[in-house]
Antibody, heavy 120, light 109 residues
Framework: EVQLVESGGGLVQPGGSLRLSCTASGFTFSNHWMHWVRQVPGKGLEWVSRIIPDGSGTSYADSVKGRFTISRDNAKNTLYLQMNSLRDEDTAVYYC?????????????WGQGTLVTVSS | QSALTQPPSASGAPGQSVTISCTGTSSDVGAYNYVSWFQHHPGKAPKLMIYEVTKRPSGVPDRFSGSKSGNTASLTVSGLQAEDEADYYCSSYAGNKVLFGGGTKLTVL
């Protein structure tokens, strides 16, 4: 089955760290640009980060630059998001998504999301 | 860069057509033909409905269509059905970033 499954969400204190994982199956993971997108409860979708198929290039939203790091292990078919210096406003459902066209944001496959709650 | 601008809500009766706009700038929507539209039902994963401004992924009904003029892209849903009621988001490639719109809640009256 073609799918993405996120894990690693949970409750963390402000200033803390968390690493999200996204495991891909049913397709050639190493052929695709991958993204992380988040949704604050009750708010809209916000793009977080993107990584090139071989992992050699990344980009970030201004709101997370310098705090979050996207990476991938193509041998393990897994995408990661290392989140440091977490803030209350990082509380959201985090989705990983597969891009169908270059790194354009044409995300045709999404995971079910994992909830990150930043609170003391 | 700010999010793309969408109307917060739209509505139409079953069978009618509705168009949702997505306004960006000459650095994103106006610069690239990489506008996508997503349908999002609460609690579920977003679904790609349109990509590269006008293209429909396999399985998306042809009632959904996309277009672009200048810095504004549009999604038109024809022959509205009850299951079309959802939140709709546009996104645009913007060079080294991807931008999303604020979302439009589509209500089928």
């Amino acid at each position: 089955e073609v799918q993405l499954v996120e894990s690693g969400g949970g409750l963390v204190q402000p200033g803390g760290s968390l690493r999200l994982s996204c495991t891909a199956s049913g397709f050639t993971f190493s052929n695709h640009w991958m993204h992380w997108v988040r949704q604050v409860p009750g708010k809209g979708l916000e793009w977080v980060s993107r990584i090139i198929p071989d992992g050699s290039g990344t980009s970030y939203a201004d709101s997370v630059k310098g705090r979050f790091t996207i990476s991938r292990d193509n041998a393990k078919n897994t995408l990661y998001l290392q989140m440091n210096s977490l803030r209350d406003e990082d509380t959201a459902v985090y989705y990983c998504a597969r891009d169908e066209v270059y790194g354009s944001g044409s995300c045709g496959l999404w995971g079910q999301g994992t909830l990150v709650t930043v609170s003391s | 860069q700010s999010a793309l601008t969408q109307p917060p809500s739209a509505s139409g009766a079953p069978g009618q057509s509705v168009t949702i706009s997505c306004t960006g700038t000459s650095s994103d929507v106006g610069a690239y033909n990489y506008v996508s539209w997503f349908q999002h039902h609460p609690g579920k994963a977003p679904k790609l409905m349109i990509y590269e401004v006008t293209k429909r992924p396999s399985g998306v009904p042809d009632r959904f269509s996309g277009s672009k003029s200048g810095n504004t892209a549009s999604l038109t849903v024809s022959g509205l059905q009850a299951e079309d009621e959802a939140d709709y988001y546009c996104s645009s490639y913007a060079g080294n970033k991807v931008l999303f719109g604020g979302g439009t809640k589509l209500t089928v009256l």
